[in-house]
């Protein structure tokens, strides 16, 4: 038997207020999921203006980083034609993204859930995920 | 073209405000989904106790409810052996949701959406959307 | 090798008229699917009211009714607890229909397609079916 | 609550003939689909000679350029090996069209829709799909 921290709903509600700000920040509507270490959904907004496309690709960026412990950017580096991820965004029925926005969340490195965003720019979707990240870490 | 109302963040929200208060008052976590006209995500969370498979039954019972513009209990009772949309459980994928705890939105008769719980039993979801729903309503 | 008729998109309208009219006739906006021999689709129209969780289950019923040569209502009726079809339903990832809507269309006995129709009751679906193929077989 | 233009069975009625003129007179024979704010089918027709492939092609190009509310072919532009958009058609279960022939519609700034075409070359597709989208902008 181990001990482990769990996110909790107020967890996932600081995240998504400091994400939310920052989506307003960068003046882009996002969707926003958050979800747990085993890569259920927590919590999830769409913004007014956000894309319907982007609820799925959120909520499975979010999935990715927190079940493969990785930013779903990193995956984007290593899947290209001849490297040796090749293929991996077919795995899981479709479900795992390897363009930015999903980033993993780590406590005491722990893995504990994840937080992923889509609606603007892959670039920008990671801005608003890392600023709901840290927003968490901050307050610990 | 025409010109039809539409549920915005802060509409789900405030649902979500009054149908969580609820779900405290009877002491049963719940996942709560709420979903614009199109039946897509606009709103969701899960309270700390609430089920990992009530999470996608939960969406689904606010998609069918907007979707088919009916509660998801309307439905169950009329899908038994012998009755005429027996069977109609299993179609869209398995989305459509045949048990209570969806319940579709109207404004001014037109249908803008729908709510949807899960984790307590069918009566209880369907007391906790009911409670979402009212609290909009009563804000027009 | 054989030779056998074939639904061209010209019939398909014929046949979408006649059943518009009808919905129309009884007053319930239907969702309405017609498809070709391979239950492949050949013409959709939803209706301004009709619902949304209809679109699958009018094409769903057009595709069974064309590709098992049957009625999806004759479906139903050997597909409850203890009948020989029972949990057909669930078969083809969810697109067997097993509600009244969907009829097989014959042409000089050779199945050549089918038309599925969905948002009254399963009856209502049957009944604007039924003109949509009267008005084809009639024209003949 | 906000209120916002829907399409209508005519408006897609309108958008569709005009296509299927620009598809006769380039002499090939399409796919084409028409969809809600929701990327939910509200008219599809395929003339005699369009590929059976191109069904579902047509659907998801018009629910891709509705739902991420940008054309298909944008998307193809970003999404190459190397490129920030890297792997995401295989997003939503395979939905997400990246290829020419989905055009998002949007009256007075708001999106309402989506007209998707398939069978042709991906130019041809994104012709009879402007062709379907002028005489809808035309018409207000």
């Known amino acids: 038997m181990k001990i482990a921290p769990k996110l909790t709903l ?50 499975d960026k979010a999935f990715t980083a927190a079940a493969a412990r990785k930013s779903t950017r990193a995956y ?22 390897i363009f930015a926005g999903g980033l993993p969340i780590f406590i005491d490195d722990q893995p504990v859930g994840g937080i992923g965003c889509s609606s603007g720019s892959p670039g920008q979707d990671e801005e608003v995920a890392q600023a709901g990240l840290d927003a968490l870490l901050g307050s610990l």
């Open 76 to 97: 984007g580096e290593v899947s290209g034609p001849g490297q040796p991820a090749f293929g991996i965004n077919t795995s899981i029925g479709g479900r795992f993204m």
């Open 10 to 59: 107020e967890d996932a509600r600081l995240m998504m207020t400091a994400a939310e700000k920052k989506a307003v920040e960068i003046g882009v509507d996002m969707d926003i999921a958050i979800v747990d270490d085993g890569g259920h959904l927590l919590l999830f907004q769409r913004m007014d203006n956000a894309r319907i496309t982007s609820i799925t690709i959120a909520i």
